[in-house]
């Protein structure tokens, strides 16, 4: 009999826990994450390395240095086009 007050407890602080969460921490952490977002994009791009008008920056790559050659990647097939038969109704 103690084991079904217990069940019917552990039930009613999940299904009471759960609507909390629902209803107040949820829209927060939601609100929250959506705000965090807007601050990163609106404080982030451009904002730590202001440009002059006018000014161009490029960016090298160093990977251009370390290209192997393609002479093992495989062969060539060279194939010609077929037109379809035009005979193919008599056989």
Sequence with gaps: MNGIFTFIFVLLVVWYGTKFFVKYALPWLIL???NKQ???YRNGFGASDPKK???VKIKVD???KTKTSDTGFGEY???EEVEPDQD???E
């Design 32 to 34: 929250h994450f959506i």
């Design 38 to 40: 807007q601050d990163k």
């Design 53 to 55: 008008e006018g000014e």
């Design 62 to 64: 160093g990977s251009d």
């Design 77 to 79: 097939v060279d194939f």
């Design 88 to 90: 193919t109704k008599n």
